[in-house]
Each structure stands twice: as structure tokens, then as C-alpha cells.
């Protein structure tokens, strides 16, 4: 790699992790191809990505943003997964398929500038899925009105009964 390629690298990569919410650093060491093109299809469907750079090539990338907390990371045989919205899915993917292959170790991440670990990766792996969240809490925020209209429709419904019970004891009487 000549200098203009290695500075046209580190360009891209400084754009990557411009625009990225979350950035994880992993150990790819004694995966095999395929198991490394699997894993990068499954993160390409939940819309991230992983790049496998020189470690000197990703200490410029990340230099005046806010994963330089990152640099830590970058020894040894190193790949950076990124993703630009949803920073659940990639920490589910990683850590699921870590799990199944010994061989990829997560060192750990950076997301919106705050300097994560292993175990609070594991932890965000755990959280549902946005949508998930999303439609629990449109089911907490319609149990408030369909509570307060269920209350509102007791009232009448109970004076109903009455005079139910009422005109039924009434035919009962004659």
C-alpha cells in the first residue's frame, strides 16, 4: 500500500466514523473467510458494517472523533464494526456470533462518545430491538386513555344494571 492509498483509507474510514453511532472492536484471529463473510452479511442486513484495517491506518481514522477512546483497542489483529443508526443490532450480531465462534473476541466499543466494555456490550445485546421498544411503549401509552374511558363507561354501565336489576324485579313481583 503506497501513501496515497493509505491516506485515501484513512479518509474513509474518518467518514465512517463520522458518521457512526457505534463502533465495536473485535479480534478476528483464526476465523475462517466463510465464517468471516457470514458474519458480514448478517451485520450488512442489520445495516452495519465491519472493516478490517491496519491498526496505525485506524489510530489516524479515529483521531479527532468521538471513538478515540477506541485506539486502546487496535492491536493485534483488529476489525471495527460500525453502525450509523441503530446501535443495538450490531452488539446482537456480534455477540451472538461470538458465542457460536470462539474465534471472534470483542475487545470493546465506543457509543455516542461514551466508552463501553465486553460486559457492556453483552448488556446492550440483551435490549429488545427499537421496534420492539417502539410498540411497548405505544401499549403503555394507550393503556392510559383505554383505562380512563373503561372508568368513564362504568358509571352509566352500573346505572344500566340497576335499572335492569330493578325492572327485572319488578316482573319477578307481578
Given at each position: 500500500?503506497?501513501?496515497?492509498?493509505?491516506?485515501?483509507?484513512?479518509?474513509d474510514?474518518?467518514?465512517?466514523?463520522?458518521?457512526?453511532?457505534i463502533?465495536?472492536?473485535?479480534?478476528?484471529?483464526?476465523?475462517?473467510?466463510a465464517d468471516f463473510?457470514?458474519?458480514?452479511i448478517e451485520l450488512?442486513?442489520?445495516?452495519?458494517e465491519?472493516r478490517?484495517?491496519?491498526?496505525t491506518?485506524?489510530?489516524?481514522?479515529?483521531?479527532d472523533?468521538?471513538?478515540e477512546?477506541?485506539?486502546?483497542h487496535f492491536?493485534?489483529?483488529?476489525?471495527?464494526?460500525?453502525s450509523?443508526?441503530?446501535?443495538?443490532?450490531?452488539?446482537?450480531?456480534?455477540?451472538a456470533?461470538a458465542?457460536?465462534?470462539?474465534?471472534?473476541?470483542?475487545?470493546?466499543?465506543?457509543?455516542?462518545?461514551?466508552?463501553?466494555t465486553?460486559?457492556?456490550?453483552?448488556a446492550?445485546s440483551?435490549?429488545?430491538s427499537?421496534?420492539?421498544?417502539?410498540?411497548q411503549l405505544?401499549s403503555v401509552?394507550?393503556a392510559?386513555?383505554?383505562?380512563?374511558?373503561?372508568?368513564?363507561n362504568a358509571?352509566p354501565?352500573?346505572?344500566?344494571f340497576?335499572l335492569?336489576?330493578?325492572k327485572?324485579?319488578?316482573?319477578?313481583e307481578?
Open positions: 500500500m503506497n501513501r496515497e492509498q493509505k491516506a485515501a483509507e484513512v479518509d474510514l474518518n467518514g465512517r466514523f463520522a458518521k457512526a453511532k463502533a465495536i472492536a473485535t479480534d478476528y484471529r483464526g476465523l475462517t473467510v463473510q457470514e458474519l458480514r450488512r442486513k442489520n445495516n452495519a465491519i478490517v484495517a491496519k491498526n491506518l485506524l489510530k489516524r481514522a479515529v483521531h472523533t468521538s471513538f477512546q477506541l485506539q486502546e492491536t493485534g489483529t483488529t476489525a471495527v464494526t460500525v450509523y443508526d441503530d446501535p443495538v443490532s450490531p452488539a446482537k450480531v456480534l455477540a456470533f458465542k457460536d465462534h470462539d474465534e471472534l473476541v470483542i475487545r470493546g466499543g465506543v457509543l455516542d462518545g461514551k466508552s463501553l465486553v460486559d457492556d456490550l453483552k446492550l440483551k435490549l429488545p427499537r421496534e420492539v421498544m417502539l410498540a405505544l401509552m394507550q392510559v386513555p383505554t383505562g380512563f374511558v373503561r372508568v368513564l358509571v354501565q352500573s346505572m344500566v340497576a335492569q336489576a330493578i327485572d324485579k319488578k316482573e319477578q307481578n
